[in-house]
């Protein structure tokens, strides 16, 4: 059932990679060219160091030994300068690609269609959005530069091998094959091992949550021994995970280990023959060996990174997919001017699941300025009608007009200028209230924002935070009660000022006192407004100007509320049974 | 939990103290073996590349050999062991601080969030096994620098003396140099990380911005904040960039001093050009132990800091204490509470008959959740006692209270799994399909694609709030406890269902005492009796058709 969001293939990873680099060019290599110097320098202390050597085993004199040391000195300071400023010049590089990058993914995230963020499990987006572009950040910030340095000072110490003496290369590619069968070998295996870690992390990490989140419930229905043997069970499978995981890691550096030592003695057996053919001086043959023990560092780093980068890839397909997605209503369309802000559905039928129609040949007219309430048993269809009619799900059958345009020819940003849908999910955007209600109206002064708050009942309280309309709100701010979300919920209705307004069950959680507090605060939201309100409690539809009865999926009944009640059809008796519990 | 004296430090550790053991002793022989190559890279010059004799390559080449055999197989299972100790020392620490978090006693989770709570367990509990990893390897870097010390004083004592004197001064300086690179490069780490945590948030409330159509503003915000911690981490990244260097250059610098004493010695014969390669390899070498020494440090630091957040949790005062009492058997379920005080509740004096269905109106919601507390026994009355059949709750154990008087919170969870699984969770399969049938939890199944046998996700957030409720109100039916205490079960329910599940509760818990906990009049007017909570005691008590009639308050908190 779940469609995954896309994912771009390795073709289409590396395609936005060099869109990234496209207007990097000169960065890249200047980050390169500095890079290749610093490395360079560095591997000049080696054959200084020979010439140590040579100058010792030529019997010259105690200070002979003072101008080459003085070059290493040179060479340790260049190198080191040389380093820092390329190392800078990489992580510039890479992190502009990154921020751009992330930023493309955000912009296409939010504009995705709901339905398909729907069909994927928000879980989908969210993982993307924390986890893979933390892994990916991960891999830019440090083992980018790492591989960077690592993979130069290989290249350049096999050429400076090849450079004292072609047979020293040639010597110390004897390690290459046994690392290249390693390397294949453990990429085979580790793939899908750390796969299956991350799953099984993800899975531990779920069930703690979910049995810590529910510790109270947990208790009142006695569940403790059945979650902790959960736990243990998840926790189990990450440890033994784990541990296959290290067992592969230590027989990857122990194969390593082998080519290391096969290098080594070649080197050294090369330069053992090579002397003793008069071909190279001691101090020379002391440079390869040096040279050769030196790669051992960047060997190893530029190898364990190879897993690294399979995870950080993996990671970017995943952004590359959703940032590659063509755009969507990305220019701000302009408000097409109401001239008269009607609702008109005709035909609706809905199915989430195909052949499962969740409502059927729906008519919905509604006037300008007119409120209408939806009643109806959980399941008749409401919310699904709020949905089409706010443009948020396309129908499966039938129309949606709002203001005498067809909703899919508005598109996505004008919908959202000409209906708003306050649902029951409340969420407090993290940081100031001010600017969490600014979303609504980026641009509205101090004064407007007071006054929307002001007109859902909410100036009251947000004046008594701590700090104002200035407090953090949201996670890991101050915490809001249901209802004070609610009522921000609807101020920012009033601040984005749309001509049309579905409410969707939006007082349901606040309980029933919250809940009166929110009526009087949605009605002036929608004061001046064409409304349709999906009426949780039937006081709501008493006060509309019209009832839309759905039952099972279709619209049965159809009037004013007074005049339903006399009609003696299923809203009257909807209303007697509500009124009755009420001593009536 | 009993016998916790030691910290969780001391546990991971002791616990796991063999593993930790063997991997010390063969991180020790591979750090020595690693000290050894330059060393024999020094005696293969000398020996063998100096004097043209192939017997001597192939003697020490093979010594070469040795010794990497000996420092990779070292390496493989010394780690092996170290990693072993260190994850079941986590999960070990992990499943403990599950047990006292669900410990029926409570008090985990005071003043803690769910989400620190389930880090406490996953991160804190991997780093505090982690030490076991750390402690080998302080073993083994000790072990590196005492053999290259050796080597190096055997070699040349000035020479040796001038490496052994002059590594640690150089890493200090690095050290120094770092310092307040770190604090910065921290803090703008953390400038860096709120971006990720503002697009989560976003991503979060995405259908709220579509509802408003805010999704323009939305992206507009978040790319200031991601412009805003670019800067901030290309600021880290030169500081940090700017350390390496400097390292970089501070380490050639070390080296070439080696040489120069090196050099000298070696050309006025006291030691020979292989002692001089090798001095060089070992000066090299030696910067590695003595850079594990100061991770070691680091990781210790966390290690005991991740390890006082676990203890802390541990040994959270439990919010009850376990009685020795018991409950005559079959419970009656009378529920008797006497001058009862507790947060805004002050002298609640209550009767509760056996098999009477009691509703419960507290217009300060605060009330109502004092007086589920003292229920459920998740808190004893400041004064005052609750007691069940005459026996006063706070003399039982809290888990034998609860069985006998359930309370079903407002914000109770459910959990991931199948549907069937959370309503029988508590009570057998028998009851489980009245008790679907009477909270209207078997339509709910019906519209989902499996039935009762649909697998809910965690807090089974792909049902809406009103079913949601119902599968809730079905698992506490099913449990078929002596005493039930429902708190709001029908908030998010509509009018029709609502009056159904009204007559399903009383049908269902025909016999037993219950307790209906709220203001709607649908589930009061199912009632054989309503008392009202108001200023902290019992106001008001009657049927609630008599308080609608006669009681203008109870009018206004139960009537819209």
Redesign the interface.
């Known amino acids: 059932m779940s469609a995954l969001l896309p994912t771009a293939s390795a073709g289409g990873t590396w395609a936005a990679v060099r869109d990234l680099l496209r207007g990097r060019r000169l960065l890249a290599l200047g980050a390169l060219a500095v890079l290749v110097t610093a490395t360079a320098a560095g591997l000049l202390t080696a054959p200084l160091l020979g010439r140590v050597v040579d100058i010792v085993a030529s019997g010259r004199p105690a200070s002979a030994v003072t101008w080459p040391i003085v070059l290493i000195v040179g060479a340790a300071v260049v190198q080191g300068g040389l380093t820092a400023l390329g190392v800078t010049l990489v992580a510039q590089l890479g992190e502009g690609m990154l921020a751009e990058l992330r930023e493309r993914f955000v912009s296409r995230a939010l504009r995705l269609p709901l339905e398909r963020v729907e069909r994927a499990g928000s879980g989908d987006l969210t993982a993307r959005v924390t986890a893979d572009v933390s892994i990916v950040a991960e891999a830019v910030r440090r083992a980018l530069p790492q591989l960077a340095r690592s993979v130069l000072a290989i290249a350049l110490t096999l050429v400076a091998l090849a450079v004292l003496d072609w047979r020293f290369f040639v010597a110390a590619l004897l390690a290459v094959p046994i690392q290249a069968h390693t390397v294949r070998w453990y990429v085979r295996h580790a793939v899908p091992l750390y796969a299956a870690q991350r799953v099984s992390v993800g899975a531990q990490q779920q069930q703690l949550l979910d049995t810590v989140g529910g510790a109270a419930t947990v208790r009142a229905f006695r569940l403790g021994d059945h979650h902790v043997e959960r736990v243990t069970e998840r926790s189990t499978a990450t440890v033994t995970l784990a541990l296959r995981a290290v067992r592969l890691i230590t027989r990857f550096y122990g194969r390593l280990n082998l080519a290391e030592y096969a290098g080594l003695s070649a080197v050294l057996a090369a330069g053992f023959l090579l002397v003793r053919a008069d071909a190279v001086t001691i101090g020379t043959a002391t440079a390869a060996a040096l040279y050769f023990h030196n790669l051992f560092g960047p060997i190893n780093i530029a190898l364990s990174l190879v897993d690294d980068a399979q995870v950080a890839a993996a990671g970017l397909a995943r952004l590359v997919g959703v940032a590659s997605l063509p755009p969507v209503g990305e220019a701000e369309a302009e408000r097409p001017v109401a001239v008269e802000a009607s609702v008109k559905a005709a035909g609706l039928g809905h199915a989430y699941l195909p052949g499962h129609l969740v409502l059927r040949d729906v008519d919905l007219h509604i006037a300008p300025g007119e409120r209408v309430a939806l009643v109806g048993a959980s399941g008749a269809g409401k919310t699904t009608v709020a949905k089409l009619v706010a443009g948020v799900h396309r129908p499966s059958h039938g129309t949606v007009h709002i203001a005498g345009v067809a909703v899919e020819e508005l598109g996505a940003a004008a919908t959202g200028g000409l209906v708003a849908l306050i649902t029951q999910e409340v969420h407090v955007f993290a940081g100031r209230l001010a600017d969490d209600l600014r979303l609504a109206r980026p641009d509205a002064s101090d004064e407007r924002v007071r006054e929307a708050l002001a007109r859902v009942g909410a100036l009251a309280w947000a004046r008594a935070l701590p700090d104002g309309l200035d407090t953090v709100v949201g996670e890991g701010g101050h915490q809001l009660t249901v209802t004070q979300a609610q009522q921000l919920a609807l101020a920012r209705l009033v601040l984005a000022d749309p001509p049309v307004a579905v409410l969707d069950e939006a007082t349901a959680d606040a309980g029933s006192a919250g809940a009166r507090v929110l009526e009087e605060s949605a009605a002036r939201a929608l004061d001046g407004r064409t409304g349709l309100v999906v009426a949780h409690r039937l006081t709501q539809a008493a006060t509309a100007d019209r009832v839309v009865v759905l039952d099972a999926g279709r619209v049965v009944e159809s009037g004013p509320h007074a005049v339903l009640v006399e009609a003696g059809g299923a809203y009257a008796r909807l209303w007697t049974a509500w009124s009755a519990t009420r001593g009536g | 939990m009993r016998g916790d004296r030691g910290t969780a430090l001391r546990r991971a550790i002791g616990g796991q103290r063999r593993h930790v053991g063997l991997a010390a002793a063969l991180a020790a022989g591979h750090q020595a073996g690693e000290a050894l ?2 060393v024999l ?1 020094g005696v ?2 000398d020996q ?3 004097t ?1 004799s ?1 017997t001597r ?1 192939a003697l020490w ?1 093979a010594v ?2 040795a010794v ?1 055999a000996v ?3 070292s ?3 010394g ?2 062991a170290a ?2 100790a260190s ?2 020392a ?2 070990d620490l ?2 403990r601080l ?2 006292r ?4 006693r ?1 008090g ?2 005071a003043g803690r969030l ?2 620190e ?2 880090n406490i ?2 991160g804190d509990a991997r780093r505090v096994g982690g030490v076991n990893v750390v402690l080998p390897s302080a073993v083994a870097a000790l072990t590196g620098l005492l053999v290259s010390a050796v080597a190096l004083l055997w070699i040349s004592i000035p020479l040796g003396l001038v490496v052994l004197l002059g590594a640690p001064p150089l890493l200090w300086l690095g050290h120094l140099l770092g310092r307040p690179l770190e604090r910065r490069s921290e803090v703008e780490q953390e400038r ?1 990380a709120h ?29 200031r904040t ?2 805003e ?2 800067s901030a ?2 600021r880290a ?2 500081a ?3 350390h ?10 070390f ?2 001093a080696v ?2 004493v090196g ?2 010695l ?3 014969g006291e030691i020979s ?1 292989g002692d ?2 090798a001095a ?2 070992l000066a ?1 070498f030696l910067l590695t132990p003595l850079q594990i020494f100061a991770w070691v440090n680091a990781e210790f630091a966390q290690g005991r800091a991740s390890a006082r957040r676990i203890d802390a949790v541990l040994a959270a005062p439990p919010a009850v204490t376990a009685g020795a009492g018991s409950l005559p058997s079959p419970v009656r379920g009378r529920v008797t509470l006497t001058g009862v005080h507790h947060g805004p509740l002050s002298g609640v004096d209550l009767d509760v008959a056996p098999g009477e269905l009691l509703g419960v109106v507290a ?1 300060d ?1 605060a009330a109502a959740t004092a007086l589920l507390a003292v229920l ?1 026994r ?1 808190a004893d009355p400041d004064a005052g006692t609750v007691a069940l059949d005459g026996v006063p709750l706070s003399t039982l154990d ?2 034998q209270a ?2 006998a008087i ?4 407002h ?3 459910l ?2 799994g199948p549907l069937l699984a959370n309503v029988t ?2 009570g057998g399969a028998a009851p489980a399909g009245r008790a679907m049938s009477a909270a209207t939890a078997d ?1 709910v199944a019906r ?1 989902l ?1 499996d039935g009762a046998d649909t697998v809910l996700d ?2 089974a957030q792909s049902l ?4 949601r409720q119902r599968v809730a109100l079905a ?1 506490a039916l099913a ?1 078929e406890p002596p005493v039930l205490v429902l708190h ?1 079960p029908t ?7 609502e ?1 159904r599940i ?1 007559t399903g509760i009383r049908e269902v818990r025909a016999g037993r005492t219950t307790l209906l906990v709220t ?4 589930l ?2 199912a009632t054989d009796r309503v008392v009202v909570l108001h200023g902290g005691a019992v106001t008001a008590a009657g049927s ?2 008599a308080l ?2 006669l009681d203008p308050a109870y ?1 206004a908190a ?3």
Do not use: C, M, N
């Open positions: 190559v330059p890279i293969v010059i063998a590349v100096a043209g192939a390559l080449l070469l050999a990497f420092l990779s197989s390496y493989r299972f780690a092996r990693e072993r994850e079941w986590g999960h992990r499943v599950t047990r978090i669900l410990d029926p409570g985990a989770e769910a989400g709570l389930t367990a996953t860096a971006a990720s945590g503002v697009a989560a948030d976003l991503v979060t409330g995405l259908r709220v911005l579509k509802g408003i159509g805010a999704e323009g503003a939305a992206i507009a915000r978040y790319r991601s412009r911690s670019l981490t290309l990244a030169r940090q960039a700017v390496d260097g400097a390292i970089l250059a501070l380490t050639g610098v080296i070439a040489a120069l050099g000298r070696a050309a006025s050009v001089l390669v060089v390899g090299l217009p919601p459920g998740d809290p888990a609860r069985g359930l309370v079903a919170a914000h109770a969870i959990f991931a969770a508590a339509e519209s694609p965690e807090r809406s709030g009103g079913q698992r449990a709001d908030t998010a329910v509509d009018a029709v269902t009056a009204a203001t709607s009049p649908a009061l007017a609630h058709f609608v009639d009018r139960v009537l819209q």
